[in-house]
């Protein structure tokens, strides 16, 4: 954390760390739900960046707990534990990264092999909900980071569910799109934009250099 949660006052460090353990266990219980629906809708159909955001929604899971039991240990410890929350962030990293190698192999094997799968109406429902509740659920593990000073493993939980805003956008018109034309080129398309973002936002999690952009542009205006 930085300069302006050592500022702050203990108790109102305390309410913000428990604000954040919440918003991350919120993530898990949705996105276990949302994965469910969708890897069975993306199998149905053969879909594979629907099966791909369904594995997102897993992965952003994993990273939610991984950053829940940070976070619970920074309760009851009463401080962070810097070594093992920079440990934390690089395992993170790697979640992403598994996401992107699993759709891009799989995007890859559907274009030389040109299997042709089926529409998911359940599917463009379930993205289109996910479109609508993640933004919310991002901004306010956002607000968090900031209050405890652009706290670097809530930026990370933060940034892999703005990450699945942009999954749920990119392949949400892979399937309409499909849907529409036919075209079985744009559900791996789809695929490799999920791969791109996991890998963007992958790499800056095991660097260490998640920041808020918004938050970040108004301190160098400031200055």
């Known amino acids: 954390m930085t300069a302006p949660a050592a500022t702050m006052s203990r108790a109102e460090v ?7 353990l919440r918003l991350a266990q919120l993530t898990v219980v949705y996105n276990v739900a949302e994965g469910a629906v969708a890897i069975v809708a993306g199998i149905a159909a053969g879909l594979v960046s629907l099966i791909g955001f369904a594995l997102d929604s897993g992965i952003e899971s994993i990273a ?4 829940g039991l940070r976070l619970a240990a920074r309760l009851r410890d009463g401080e962070a534990d810097q070594r093992r ?7 993170v ?5 598994l996401l992107a190698a699993y759709v891009t192999v799989e995007g890859i094997r559907d274009l030389v ?22 933004p919310l659920l991002a901004r306010a593990k956002r607000n968090v980071a900031i209050g405890l000073g652009g706290d670097t493993l809530i ?18 018109a892979g399937l309409v799109l499909f ?3 036919g075209a079985v080129w744009l559900d791996p398309v789809a695929g490799f934009i999920v791969a791109i973002f996991a890998i963007h936002e992958g790499r800056e999690a095991w660097e260490g250099e998640l920041v808020d952009h918004d938050h970040a542009t108004t301190e160098e205006q400031e200055h």
């Open 179 to 181: 849907a529409l034309t």
């Open 93 to 97: 990293a790697v979640t992403f990264f």
């Open 113 to 134: 092999v040109e299997e042709t799968p089926d529409s998911s109406p359940v599917g463009m429902v379930l993205l289109a909900l996910s479109i609508v509740v993640m």
């Open 14 to 20: 305390e309410r913000l760390t428990w604000r954040g």
């Open 155 to 172: 930026l990370a939980d933060a940034a892999e569910t703005r990450i699945c805003v942009l999954l749920s956008i990119s392949t949400l």
């Open 85 to 91: 929350e920079r440990r934390t962030l690089r395992l």
């Open 64 to 67: 939610a707990v991984l950053v």
